[in-house]
Structures are given as C-alpha cells and as structure tokens.
C-alpha cells in the first residue's frame, strides 16, 4: 500500500511540472485517498481481534445461557389463563367440519376464529405432549405459536376470499389416519369435495390444516390450507 502512495506521488508531481490538466490531477488525487483508506482500514482490520475471542469485548456464547423447552414454555404460558379443555370444541369431527362450511357460507370469521384452538390451549393442552418439545423437531413455544398462527390467518383469510358467503353444495370430506400425541389425537390431510361457486365444478381441496380432538371435544388445529 505504501509503495502504491509513494507511486501516485511522483506521478502527481510529473504530471504538474508538464503543466497536465487539472480534471486529471484531480483524479489522481481523490484515488490517493482511497488508497491511503483502504490501507488505514487494513492495519485497523489487522490490530483487531477475531470476533468471539478474549481480547474482542464481545461475549462469548454459552450453552447454558439457551433457555431449556420447559423454561421457554413457562414463560410462554405467562399472562395466559390455564386451561383443562378446549372450549367451545364441537361433540363430534363431524360437527367440526359441518360447523366449518357452515361459518363460511354466511362468511363468519367469528365462528372460524372460536372454532381454531386458542394461544392458552396451545400452550397448556397441545404444545407439552408436541414434537416441538422434543429432538429433532425441538423448538420455542413461542416461535412454533407463531409460525402456526401467522399459516393460519393466511389460510382462513384466502378461504374467506375466494369462497366466503357463497353456497359450497358440500358433499363430504375425508381426512388422513389419526395420530395420538398424549392426550390429543389429530386428523390431518382432512380434504373436503364441494361444488365450486365460481363455474359450478366439483372440486376436493384441503380448506383447513389439522383437526385435535381432546377429552371428546374438537377443534381445528390449524387452517393452512390448499389456497
């Protein structure tokens, strides 16, 4: 870098003496400087520490400072009503899905919303007995919670779009074979066949995620859907 200074110097002083323009000694001059910072901001780079090490000031992270899954769940839950059931869960899953087309029919985003399993029972009745508390799938309450809800809001907010306050001709729906997570069995990949408002064709589209079912009860764990 010094060399490269020292050669931009002579050439600056040659080009004078031969009387050159000043837009080309200008031009000169302003590539000095970038030259003279780019080897101050070497020598900095070069007299720094890596990141992360003991001379740097940064700290360094620790295992024991991630917060455990039981920890993050407790801190979760705070501010939340305890729950010991869902609420406002249907008798039956055919009541569930009857209640679902229904409330879309006369395009109730109160009765989707009631239908959904709410943030308290996500965090005491799903989540403890969930993949997400355990390896591979191991994962923050609180970020699993929100990717959840954020795919659902997208989901019922399409259905409602494209299908909300029209008449479906529902026919019937199938969903895939049930699993059990502690307490909680689910039905998910529950497609449903009904007549499509816009041309009248028949179709079969997954319109919600998930269904749990807990203590007799049913709610829709999830509305990510086809759309």
């Known amino acids: 870098m010094v060399g490269g200074l ?9 080009l004078t003496r031969q009387g050159e323009k000043p837009a080309r000694l200008r031009r000169l001059f302003f590539a000095g400087l970038l030259v003279a910072g780019w080897a101050t901001a070497c020598g900095q780079l ?5 990141p992360g090490s003991a001379d740097s000031g940064a700290p360094l992270a620790r295992a024991d400072s991630i917060p455990s899954t039981d920890l993050a769940l407790a801190q979760f ?33 109160s009765a989707v919303q009631r239908m ?18 355990r390896e591979p799938y191991r994962q923050p309450p609180a970020i699993a919670w929100l990717l959840s809800s954020q795919a659902s809001e997208k989901g019922i907010s399409r259905v409602m779009q494209r299908l909300g306050g029209q008449q479906l001709g529902f026919q019937r729906y199938e ?3 049930n699993s059990r997570e502690g307490e909680n069995r689910f ?10 408002p816009r041309g009248g064709v028949v179709v079969t589209r997954r319109l919600f995620g998930a269904i749990i079912e807990r203590g007799g009860r049913y709610k829709i764990l999830s509305y990510a859907n086809d759309f």
């Open 6 to 14: 020292d050669e931009l110097r002579s050439e600056l002083k040659e």
């Open 77 to 109: 839950r705070a501010g939340l009503p305890r729950v010991f059931r869902l609420a406002n869960g249907a008798a039956s899953r055919d009541e569930l899905v009857a209640d679902f087309i229904r409330a879309v029919e006369r395009n109730d985003t």
């Open 175 to 177: 969903c895939g074979e």
């Open 187 to 196: 039905w998910r990949s529950c497609a449903i066949t009904y007549r499509n």
């Open 116 to 133: 959904h399993i709410s943030r308290a029972e996500y965090a005491y009745l799903y989540f403890p007995t969930s993949i997400y508390m």
């Open 46 to 50: 070069r007299d720094q520490p890596p």
